[in-house]
């Protein structure tokens, strides 16, 4: 059964850091990898996705990598801004279903 | 781009009724759905997995009889909490694809509380 791992759990950054989110799975049989942003109470809002044969993604301050043979993912974020500050899930697509890390927590102190 | 609409985002109900929620998808034709739930502090759970025109996967500890799923349409996936519990009390999400490669979308959610 695929197992979601992210760390750290929490991260609290001052403003303009550069910080990397790590997730970590354990069966590399994977269609594709994607991280999500979340917001207290609100739904999940799709950041990157990776498909398998892939290795990164790009969009503005973001990059995402992907090694799929070491079962790792990371989370790049440049600059960072209070408005960064969030939940951010990677989840990892199997095919069937996808199977969700436990978040890390991000607060971007001004 | 691709929208996924969940109804009601938030709902309040007595022990013992039963609550319906929807799942649509406004501009694709979405083969699978899937259902989530999420309590206080805690990471997405997957629930069950809903394809069109069959029954439901269920997740390892989730009854079924307890969360009905039906997925009569391409557009359309809802979920019952039937003889809910304040136990049940949770955020619950649903999302949608259209081909195993393309992502995830995600509807806003819709936050329970049973009372």
């Known amino acids: 059964k695929q197992e979601v791992t992210q760390i750290p759990a929490a991260l609290s950054v001052p403003e303009g850091e550069n910080l990397v989110l790590n997730c970590s799975f354990t069966?590399?049989?994977?269609?594709?990898l994607q991280w999500f942003r979340q917001d207290p109470g609100k739904g999940l809002t799709s950041l990157l996705l990776?498909?398998?044969?892939?290795r990164e993604q790009t969009s503005g301050r973001l990059n995402a990598s992907l090694d799929k043979s070491s079962g790792r993912s990371t989370l790049y974020i440049a600059a960072s801004q209070p408005g960064d500050s969030a939940t951010y899930l990677c989840?990892?697509?199997?095919?069937?279903?996808?199977?969700f890390g436990a978040g890390t927590r991000l607060t971007v102190k001004p | 781009g691709a929208v996924v609409s969940q109804h009601p985002s938030w709902v309040i109900c007595k022990s013992g009724t039963s609550v319906k929620i929807e799942c649509r998808s406004l501009?694709?034709?979405?083969?699978?759905m899937f259902w989530y739930r999420q309590f206080p502090k805690q990471s997405l759970m997957l629930m069950a997995t809903?394809?069109?025109?069959?029954?439901?996967?269920?997740e390892q500890g989730v009854e079924k009889d307890k969360f009905l799923i039906n997925h009569a349409s391409l557009t359309l996936s809802t979920l019952t909490v039937t003889s809910a519990h304040p136990e049940d009390s949770s955020f619950y999400i649903c999302?949608?694809?259209?081909?195993?490669?393309?992502?995830?979308?995600f509807g806003n959610g819709t936050r329970l509380t049973v009372t």
């Open positions: 999302s949608a694809s259209n081909r195993v490669e393309s992502p995830l979308h």
């Open positions: 069966d590399s049989a994977i269609y594709n």
């Open positions: 990776i498909q398998s044969s892939q």
């Open positions: 989840a990892v697509g199997t095919g069937n279903d996808m199977r």
């Open positions: 501009d694709f034709q979405a083969t699978t």
């Open positions: 809903s394809n069109e025109g069959s029954k439901a996967t269920y």
